[in-house]
């Protein structure tokens, strides 16, 4: 009887060991996690205390580093290679989980940490190639000296944070799906880089194009989905003449029915990454400076995407936000210019179907011959499970990316391979370093040569008055619409094989009208020679920027913050009238009645607490759905739908029109018949979740903003935000998508910035810094930004000092 | 008492200096192993020792600096409130220690009986 009681409480110990040391499915291993002594409960705010003297091993010279009351690091080095090892070291201090998992998702290594669930993902995100890509840009980096300096020193400096790390200051996520860092690499700040290029880049129409073609017709496409959006303001002024003699595209390639486009658009890009940046001349403001503003918009997580920095050397002093796992400074400024980006949103990637010789993939067609493709085998790790085995086929058109369901009439299997920018060498980091040291507009034009990915839209100010904007990138030369549709890979006539020259890509410099902007509409007008793609925004927010900024004189900050928080819905303006003349008020219930009321009395301004600008926002949705889902459901999937001004116009123009009928319904549908449905089955709709007529419809509560951890984890975002804006808006916050990064500077003698993203410094959810500026964000406020020339910190209470020495 | 302050001390200092969550384990079933003369001190007294010092560590650590994490911790977990993740916290060392404590008693007087120690 002894020995079975022992036998037990041995074996229930076993199991108990098993249960307290695994994790079991999303819950973490609970032994380490609760352990008071390395488990969460380290992970408090005693974090944030940083000595003032910290001994940092792999420095050169002592670099001193000025705290600002936000945990922004100004970091004050001797030399370049130590202010960027510093900058390695600080941020992975702040950020490491995020840096490293990022990578992971770039690198399409998840399944290493999460197990198979993510097995997917990971081989459509290997097969897209960002590996590829960063393995040839980092070769490329690493061949200019200076460039693998800054690499390899940022890489160093992150190394050193991490051999620092014990079980119990490990990052909390870490201990929440128990692993732990691996060593940083050059590679990986490539791969970061790669995925912003990526997620900036990577959603693309061809395959729904293709498809819409197919079924609707070339002129269906012609009409609906054309390059000039209806009311655009393009980036570069219409009246601007280009003097120089274009390259002439060769022949397009005839126009091609691929046999195997299907539901490619998984994970892609958010298609509402975009952004509003301006400059204005010293003429137009009270100042007499020039003044810069930039508000990037992209998904909103925490940690934030982006780290804020001051980086400081004999030669260099710079301020901005960088991106947590690569050097130097994306946006921001230095003594002497100011710096904005928006996506530029001009095509860069193509695809192409591909005759396969058979099932190995090892050899497809291209001008009547069958020419190797370059097989990659890669092992997939799966945490908990056997590792797969992925073969990867890399053509001349790029890798191949869906293969193994279709074949030809002949019996060869076809597969469709993705020619992007981004998977070309290149060195970003040479042209972001040559921008960080810029003085004038020359060096920084000079620098932005050497940038080819991903396309952005380069607003500049600087202190010698000059504005410029510059929609800058390595362009493919096309013939008019190439690149619209899924091609035969097959031949030269596809092929990327000229460049639009850098001299020749849309700029302009003080403009008369004493401003520059751009919010991702199409960049030049129909007199710019070269034909670069159709995906952009519409027109509503470059327009509205620029109907103020026009007005505007003796701007000051104020009125670019509250440009920046600008709510006015400029769609809403053109279409409301017309949608609410269509009701049969006969119809309407009692409450309908009362919606009705509230929306034309509304100002369209969509501030959170708008109840009409809920319903609007509702109501466009639905009238879109009910003209264009029922055709353009394709192969069982509702595919790219004509933009919002292209389906405005129409419904402006066209009393009668074909598309407005259902055809799912034996009745036919008219214009006021789909306009007062979609009413009726909006307000349905918003009753069902938010209840009746009442507070709970105001914008801010009903959809309002959630900052989500980047795991989605309950408990570490912020969420139930009172957020105004929109999509078409100049302040763009949605659910989880907006203002990453609000900045305004003014290059005056004293150079003047403010600026605050939705986060905080620290990735620690345990520290005060994590989200500290998430609240004053949402009232659309702005930190005073510390621009510092000196370590003196005697003088600022909000300031003070860490000393980094090598004490080897 | 004994067994109590033993567990208390020892786990401490080794947790202190090696992290292992595991220490909970391994020194009550030695404290366990080496009581010879109550299985309720060998159980229960190890138990009392490891919930008080993961008790007191959870709540030390709660106030330096830890009311974010553990306000954030409790909401991931469900746990309400940050005392409930404190008591939780208590609670597993408690169960593990009195286990060990238990089994490592018991594995004594199993030797004892097979090998005459």
């Known amino acids: ?808 | 008492m004994i067994s109590v302050l033993a567990s208390l001390i020892l786990v401490l200092i080794l947790q202190l200096l090696f992290y292992s969550w595991w220490w909970i384990l391994l020194i009550p079933l030695i404290i366990g192993f080496f009581e010879r003369d109550s299985v309720i001190r060998a159980a229960f007294g190890n138990g009392l020792g490891i919930f008080l010092l993961w008790f007191g560590m959870s709540l030390f650590q709660w106030n330096n600096g830890g009311g974010i994490i553990v306000g954030r911790v409790a909401e991931v977990m469900g746990a309400g409130s940050g005392l409930v993740l404190a008591l939780a916290t208590g609670m597993v060392g408690f169960l593990v220690a009195t286990i060990a404590g238990y089994a490592g008693f018991s594995l004594r007087k199993q030797l004892i009986k097979e090998y005459q120690i």
């Open chain 1, 1 to 808: 009887m002894r020995i079975f009681k022992t036998v037990l409480a041995f074996s229930f110990l076993i199991v108990l060991f098993f249960l307290l040391n695994n994790s079991l499915g999303s819950i973490p291993p609970l032994g380490k996690f609760l352990n008071p002594f390395s488990g969460f409960w380290q992970n408090g705010a005693a974090r944030d205390q940083i000595d003032d003297v910290l001994d940092v091993k792999g420095l050169r010279d002592e670099v001193k580093v000025v705290w600002d009351e936000r945990q922004v690091p100004h970091i004050f080095a001797e030399n370049t290679y130590d202010v960027y090892f510093a900058q390695g070291y600080l941020t992975a201090r702040h950020r490491l989980w995020q840096m490293e998992f990022q990578t992971h998702v770039a690198a399409g290594r998840v399944s290493e940490i999460i197990g198979a669930k993510a097995l997917e993902y990971d081989r459509l995100q290997r097969r897209r190639g960002l590996l590829l890509g960063a393995e040839k840009t980092i070769k490329t980096m690493e061949e200019d000296p200076e460039t693998h300096l800054v690499l390899q020193a940022y890489a160093n400096g992150v190394n050193t944070w991490i051999e620092t790390l014990t079980p119990a200051t490990l990052p909390l996520e870490y201990k929440l799906l128990n692993y732990e860092p691996e060593t940083w690499s050059t590679l990986k700040t490539a791969l970061l880089l790669k995925y912003m290029a990526w997620d900036l880049t990577g959603r693309n129409s061809e395959m729904d194009l293709s498809i819409i073609r197919s079924v609707m017709g070339s002129d269906f496409v012609k009409r609906y989905y054309p390059e000039d959006t209806p009311g655009t303001d393009p980036i570069i002024p219409s009246a601007k003449p280009w003097r120089f003699d274009p390259l002439v595209p060769e022949d397009s390639p005839p126009p091609f029915e691929p046999q195997f486009v299907r539901d490619l658009r998984k994970n892609e890009p958010d298609r509402d990454n975009g952004s509003n940046n301006w400059a204005v001349s010293g003429r137009k403001t009270a100042s007499g400076f020039p003044m810069l503003a930039n508000d990037p918009h992209l998904g909103l997580n925490l940690p934030s995407i982006w780290y804020e920095i001051q980086l400081h050397t004999p030669d260099m002093n710079v301020y901005g936000v960088s991106l947590p796992g690569a050097p130097a400074v994306i946006i921001g400024f230095n003594e002497a210019v100011a710096w904005g980006l928006t996506n530029a949103g001009s095509d860069v990637m193509d695809w192409f179907e591909i005759e396969f010789k058979d099932k190995s993939y090892s050899e497809y067609r291209y001008m009547d011959d069958w020419i190797k493709s370059d097989l990659r085998i890669e092992e997939i790790l799966i945490r908990g499970g056997e590792s797969v085995m992925d073969t990867f086929a890399i053509t001349r058109f790029g890798p191949l990316v869906k293969f193994g369901e279709h074949q030809l009439e002949n019996g060869h299997p076809v597969g469709l391979a993705m020619r992007w920018s981004g998977h070309d060498p290149s060195n970003e980091m040479v042209a972001i370093r040559c921008m960080n040291l810029a003085n004038d507009r020359e060096s920084f034009f000079k620098a932005l040569e050497h940038f080819h990915t991903p396309g952005q839209n380069f607003a500049f100010a600087a202190k010698d008055g000059d504005i410029a904007i510059r929609h800058n990138a390595k362009y493919p030369l096309r013939g008019q619409d190439q690149g619209k549709f899924v091609r035969a890979g097959r031949d030269t006539l596809g092929e990327w094989r000229q460049w639009i020259p850098y001299d020749q890509l849309p700029v302009i410099s003080n403009p008369w009208r004493g401003f520059v902007s751009s919010a991702n509409q199409n960049p030049v007008g129909k007199n710019y020679p070269y034909y670069m793609g159709w995906e952009y925004d519409d027109y509503e927010r470059g327009s509205r920027i620029n109907d103020r900024l026009e007005e505007l004189e003796d701007i000051t900050f104020e009125d670019m913050q509250a440009l920046h928080m600008d709510n006015f819905n400029k769609q809403a303006q053109l279409m409301l009238p017309f949608l609410i003349r269509q009701l049969e008020v006969e119809n309407l219930s009692a409450e309908e009645s009362e919606i009705v009321r509230d929306l034309k009395r509304w100002d369209y301004v969509s501030d959170p607490d708008q109840k009409a600008a809920l319903v609007y926002k509702q109501w466009w949705v639905r009238i879109e759905e009910a003209i264009w889902n029922d055709e353009l459901t394709l192969l069982g999937e509702v595919r790219e739908l004509p933009t919002r001004s292209v389906t405005a116009k129409l419904l402006l123009k066209n009393n009668d029109l074909v598309y407005y009928d259902d055809i799912n319904t034996p009745e036919r549908e008219d214009r006021p018949a789909i306009i007062n449905q979609a009413f009726h089955t909006t307000i349905i709709d918003l009753a069902k979740t938010l209840g009746s007529y009442g507070d709970a419809w105001e914008l801010g509560r009903a959809r309002g903003t959630d900052i989500n951890h980047l795991l989605s984890v309950k408990g570490l975002g912020r969420t139930g935000l009172y957020t105004g804006g929109g999509t078409g808006i100049v302040n763009a916050t949605k659910k989880d998508h907006g203002p990453s990064w609000r900045m305004l500077v003014e290059l005056g003698d004293t150079l003047r910035a403010k600026g605050i993203y939705p986060g905080g410094q620290s990735g620690n959810p345990g520290s005060f810094f994590y989200d500290n500026a998430v609240d004053a964000w949402v009232r659309g406020e702005y930190f005073d930004i510390h621009f510092l020339t000196s370590t003196d910190v005697s003088s600022n209470s909000k300031l003070s000092l860490t000393t980094l020495r090598n004490s080897q």
